[in-house]
């Protein structure tokens, strides 16, 4: 049960933002993970390895990346002395609240052809404003004074709008990359098969290594094993087709589980309710 709850995290709160350093948690989950809202990270200082599905980048000070809901990342520290960075997370719902017709503030984390992850190097004079900008914001998400969580809406549309006219002017950054041929070769199979037949047996066949090699592989780069990671990644789908309305029995063979029983199973144990449950709650939002 453990296994499927440390690859999802559903935000505690639908607005956050903390500017933190190396005495803060570093990762909220030290493995493969996703969550159910979007979430920007700048690096102030310190250096590390961001991990999405097949992509990795080295990221340092003025580099920020946009991840959307749902989008599988892990990072791992490459100095583990300083880490100072800014990272805000909000679900769909506050970005409705917020949005005017014409302008798309999420249009940042729309990803390019063959782009993974939107990462992006900002100047320094930028960099400054955005950490201005998120101090605020975390002040008026902590205050209780009046008009406290209307400020704090500002605030986020404020660094959204920065964020996009960056991405505007600001040409992908050449990353290195860390991730070796065989984990991205095995994340593009995946995402290419994911409601077929996944075994280890299919995928030495594909991939011409041995199935346990593979495995061994993937899990000491993501810190999750693989079959973990495509039970998530199909539970991942699960909500969003119970989002849009599909019925839970259609959503079981949608994403490849082919019995209900199993599927509603391990969905409350990484979810935490059942897919009908879920599906309720999204829907009355």
Sequence with gaps: MDSYKKSFIMLDKALECGCRNISDQIIRAPILHNHDGYEMLFILDGELEFYTEGESKILRR??????KPYGFHHARLINTDVYDRIVINFKESVLKRISVDGVDLARCFQQGENEKLRVFRIEEDMLSLFYSKAKELQTALEEKQFGSDVLALA????????????VDVTTPKTFQ???SELVAD???YVEQHLTEDLSLTVLEKHLQYSGT????CFKRTMGISLQQYIIAKRLTLAQQYLQQGESPCDVC???GFNNYSNF???FQQYVGSSPKKYQISQLNK
């Design 62 to 67: 003025g580099d920020f990346c946009c991840v």
């Design 253 to 255: 063979f949608m994403t």
């Design 186 to 188: 095995t994340f593009a």
């Design 177 to 179: 990359g860390t991730m």
């Design 155 to 166: 605030l986020l549309t404020q660094i959204l709008v920065m964020a996009n006219r960056c």
């Design 264 to 266: 509603s199973r391990t």
């Design 213 to 216: 090699y593979i495995s061994r």
